[in-house]
């Protein structure tokens, strides 16, 4: 099977599996030490490909002969400085196009790991690293297991990805800590945006039986190996409840998963359907359970579609397409903030905290400045408190923002203006005049925009060149999109620095024509739209805003209305209906929403979601009243035609750049692969638009 395999995936980046030996001491025996290692350094983290397995199940011939053979007391899996291993390598499940060959991926890694957990004498997994997926359960086949405090990330993130953790994970685990914390790992952190667990974490959660600190881990481990082995330490498990209990952890899981993904992926419910079975203790049942989810879900669309994610998060958004040489890029080692509101203030502590220069804010009056500065400040003392930054650190970063009324002395030295002022074309004309009035002549003027034209805000300056749109998305410190928008005149170097600072934020940035909206608000505008026009036309609001929970989004469109806010929702819309109108609108009942100063059209006052009777009374509605399906199909058609607009119109280089957008500045969740994947797998391409977004194979499976 390994070999069918591996003739599928030539270009497999190996492991090898060294083993070396070690005599324990106190005359505990001889170690067999397997150590996990790719070739590379940490950058590159140790996975498991078919290869990678025949590598390790050669390592287990030879332990297992030493074993028999009474020259070993005990074997050891550790990894690479770093890195302990990070699970089954993606690019393989990739090439996959029978079932056939899933299946074999799936015995091919129980047939390895199962070898451990059947040696003749105890074995140790020493997590030193970095553990994920495939990872954390070749560790889960060891007898006993330790854990570094400096492990930064250890997680089964399958579900996140589209697949269930499918190499003893929904078997072993729940075996080892019970259900309910299994269930935490399995299915709450991984549909969390694949939240990581820290080495402490580990150990507390009883996954680990020992922890020790980096600097002499291994040296650690092995003595607490030795003492394990000649009894002199006991390892004890807490007795798991297979009662009710077992199902009751099950049932709360369900309700994980539905609140995450509302039943749209399949891969946790295949999850939690193997941690039930696995309650009789019955381990080759539960193993051959997984590798049936396992090929399932290998030959899905949705988890072609979560890998196609992966791929856009992990390669695209460090690579943008259409970006300037970065070799021209200038330097930033000040920065201005025009503005000292909520957004100002946020861009000023990213911008302080990522690139660690001065940052001056400036407003219309001190007492705006001095709030804008005093919320920078504060939540660095946040930070101080969670211990995210030392007392030297956040000493530091409160020392580089300070605030202006002086433009002239605040940015005559900046390379790198920002505005984060009031949404109106003539505001933010005059705010940049003032600036090219005062800032160097290579500085690079910077707009939040979300929704205007760059060509025109820097239409009427002696170098409009030097202007491009920064767009980040709110909150600024969560969401990792940047847009960053090219104006008519903008050049290369002013576009390049863009870039090269995005990159200092940590941010994904792609670059975008300067069309209206630009694409995430654009595709969301037209979405929301939809939906707010079938309930304007007589459709019940709690029935259109039922209607998109197939998708599994983050948020209903209503809930997602109240996030934006009523009133940039509507000036948004605005700003696209005068553009496009045939296809945007503008919803009078929204209007009449913004005019009442209503934040959203849902209330919370009874303890639970309603609509706002005072929201209901404004709202004047028509007689046409859709299904939660034709209003589904309405809002998905929109989007169809919305997004093939815009690639028409070049407003990015390609359908993935704006799944990446949705994906990273939206939350769009990563089972969809953003959107176009899904909206190709359900038919509505090819109805709306003749065709479908994406080429077969690039977010399904190949032909």
């Not at 591996?6 to 090898?16: G, I, K, M, Q, R």
């Not at 998109?548 to 934006?564: A, Q, R």
């Amino acid at each position: 099977m390994l070999q069918r395999a591996a003739e599928l995936f030539p270009d497999e980046v190996v492991t090898t599996a060294h083993v070396r030996h070690i005599d324990l001491p106190g005359q505990a025996g001889r170690f067999a030490l397997i150590t996990l290692d790719n070739g590379f350094d940490h950058t590159k983290p140790t996975t498991f490909g078919p290869g990678s397995l025949a590598k390790l199940s050669e390592a287990l011939d030879q332990v297992e002969r030493e074993a028999a053979a009474g020259e070993i007391a005990a074997v050891g899996v550790t990894g690479k400085p770093f890195i302990f291993a990070v699970g089954a390598d993606l690019k393989g499940v990739e090439v996959l196009k029978e079932r056939s060959d899933a299946v074999a991926i799936g015995k091919g890694g129980h047939d390895v790991f199962k070898r451990i957990a059947a040696l003749p004498v105890p074995s140790f997994a020493f997590y030193n690293g970095a553990a994920m997926g495939g990872g954390v359960e070749v560790g889960l086949h060891c007898t006993y297991r330790t854990v570094s405090s400096g492990v930064p990330a250890f997680s089964l993130p399958e579900c996140f990805l589209g697949l269930v953790p499918g190499w003893g994970g929904c078997t072993l685990l729940p075996n080892l800590i019970g259900p309910q914390k299994a269930i935490q790992v399995v299915i709450e952190n991984s549909l969390s945006q694949n939240k990581q667990l820290k080495g402490k974490q580990v150990f507390e959660l009883g996954i680990a039986d020992a922890i020790f600190e980096p600097a002499d881990f291994l040296e650690q481990s092995l003595l607490w190996a030795a003492s394990v082995l000649k009894g002199e330490i006991a390892v004890e498990r807490p007795e798991i409840d297979r009662g009710e209990a077992w199902d009751q952890a099950v049932a709360h899981g369900r309700l994980i998963a539905d609140s995450k993904v509302h039943g749209a992926a399949p891969a946790p419910y295949r999850a939690l359907d193997i941690i039930a079975e696995a309650k009789d203790g019955d381990l080759q049942k539960g193993f051959d359970a997984e590798d049936e989810a396992l090929a399932d879900l290998i030959m899905s669309g949705e988890l072609r579609s979560g890998l196609y994610a992966f791929n856009l998060v992990q390669k695209r958004a460090k690579r943008p397409a259409g970006a300037p040489d970065k070799s021209l890029a200038r330097k930033v080692t000040k920065v201005g903030v025009v503005g000292a509101g909520l957004m100002a203030s946020q861009l000023a502590l990213l911008f302080a905290r990522r690139l660690e220069v001065p940052v001056v804010l400036t407003d219309i009056d001190q007492e705006r400045i001095d709030k804008g500065v005093g919320y920078v400040h504060g939540e660095i003392d946040k930070l101080l408190e969670k211990r995210r930054v030392g007392p030297d650190k956040a000493n530091r970063l409160k020392a580089l923002v300070t605030g202006s009324l002086d433009k002239a002395a605040a940015f005559g030295d900046a390379d790198f203006v920002i505005e984060a002022v009031f949404e109106e074309m003539g505001v933010k004309q005059n705010v940049f005049a003032e600036l090219e009035a005062v800032v160097s002549p290579e500085a690079v003027l910077a707009t939040n925009t979300s929704s205007l034209s760059v060509t025109e805000m820097a239409s009427k300056l002696q170098h409009p060149e030097r202007v491009v749109g920064f767009h980040f998305f709110n909150p600024v410190a969560v969401l990792p999109l940047l847009e960053i928008v090219r104006g008519e005149k903008t050049d290369d170097a002013s576009l390049a620095t863009a870039f090269a600072t995005a990159r200092k934020l940590k941010k994904s940035a792609v670059l975008v024509k300067d069309a209206p909206a630009f694409v995430v608000n654009r595709v969301l505008t037209r979405f929301l739209g939809t939906v707010l026009g079938t309930i304007d036309e007589g459709t019940p609001i709690e029935v259109a805003d039922r209607a998109l929970e197939p998708l599994g989004l983050p948020m209903s469109p209503i809930v997602l209305l109240e996030l934006v806010g009523p009133a940039v929702a509507h000036h948004v819309a605005g700003t696209l209906n005068a553009a496009f109108p045939d296809r945007f609108g503008v919803s009078e009942n929204l209007g009449r929403v913004v005019k009442a100063g209503k934040r959203g059209i849902y209330t919370w006052a009874s303890g639970k979601q309603e609509v706002d009777p005072e929201v209901a009374a404004l709202f004047e509605v028509g007689t046409t009243v859709l299904t939660e399906e034709q209003v589904r199909d309405k809002a998905l058609d929109a989007i169809a035609e919305e997004i093939h607009l815009m690639l028409e119109e070049g407003v990015v280089a390609e359908a993935q750049d704006v799944d990446l957008c949705l994906i990273t500045g939206a939350g769009w969740p990563f089972h969809l692969g953003g959107i176009t994947p899904y909206l190709d797998r359900e038919g509505v391409s090819e109805r709306v638009n003749g065709k479908p977004f994406l080429a077969r194979g690039v977010a399904s499976v190949p032909a």
